[in-house]
């Protein structure tokens, strides 16, 4: 029994990305259970009471703007959830209501065409594509689209697209993931989109359209300027172990201080806290396996610090504060910092100024940044001292 329970939150632990969990159980209501956020309710919310609503959703890497779109595409009906890319129509066609709009056009087009050949250029065309009758229905479609044109295909499968775009209450855009090296390729897909959108004004459609915070700190493109921003704020603790229950349903596994500590450790960032999750119990198996024993639950916060050590948060640390501490050093610092509270949280600004061996005045400039990012809260102390802890 106990084995069968690290199995079950492993293997939710394990799905990190909605794309790992495959399109098709979305399709078919069997995605894991969704944690409705009051940042997913008011967006909802938002989204029913703003005509020609245009908003976008900014949040850092996995903290769930992809799960968030395929929800709202299961409570909004008539929408379209789509991966954005310069190529939009690419995908738009492999939709079945595109394809069905194209294929309707193509024939149309065609057996207007055939009707007006004569008998002679017919039996040509029924020759070349080894038609048995003179039937035009009874052609094969690539021998359709050959006789329509590659010119007046494009234009077609253009029209089909955007008519399904047209037809739609809600436009869903997952923009792709980018790194400081792909600022060009960031920009000329938002040049797309706006051009996209413009093309749409005349629609009743409503967008919503997720993207990296991280691209937007780093090299804002003007159309954002245009955008309802909602910043997806990293979740609290509370809201992380909240999450975990009704996701899992398990209340056995980790005892609270486990969880809680787990939850505190990655940050609000939801991703992360699955990572977590999975290496706390890849390691208490490890353990298992090697002392030949049974898993003995609840883990413990023992457990939760085996697997997840310092190199481990400070790795994913340092990947993840590269875009709010341009300078190494600062980096280092604020690691160090955050480590330190994890160990002996709360602290005050003194003393954490000399556990860095830096000015008071340094570490506030330092301390006032991890707030902005939601790192770490700061309180009065007895004394009117700042105090400072995790969050």
Known sequence: MQTEKLSLVYNWASQLTSETIGRQLYDKNEAPKFYETRFFKLLCWKIRNTPHALIAVSGLQGSGKTRILLELQKDFPKSIYCKWSRNWLKEALTWDSTRMIYTKYVQGEGEGIYDELSAKEKNK???????????????PFFAMEKIVGKSQCNEFKREAAMQVFEGSDLILLDMPDYNKYTPSLMNLDFDELQRFWGSLTGSKAKFVIAFQKELIMRN?????????????????????????NICTGDTELFSQEALTLLAQLSRGIFRRFKKYIR?????????NLKANREASIPLTPEHVNKAITEKVLSADLELELCDVFKEK???????GLLNQLRVSSPLNQKEAAKFLSLSEAT?????????????????????AEWIISLC
């Open 125 to 139: 065309l029924i020759n070349k594509y080894a038609v048995r009758s003179m039937e035009f229905e009874d052609f």
């Open 220 to 244: 804002p493109h003007f159309f954002i300027g245009k955008l309802d921003l909602m910043d997806l704020e990293p979740l609290s603790t509370q809201e992380l172990i909240e999450a975990y």
């Open 279 to 287: 290496s706390t119990i890849e390691g208490t198996m490890e353990e």
């Open 329 to 335: 050093e600062k980096r280092t610092q604020a690691i």
């Open 363 to 383: 570490t506030g400039k330092l301390i006032n940044k991890l707030l902005a990012y939601r790192y770490i809260e700061r309180k009065r102390g007895e004394g």
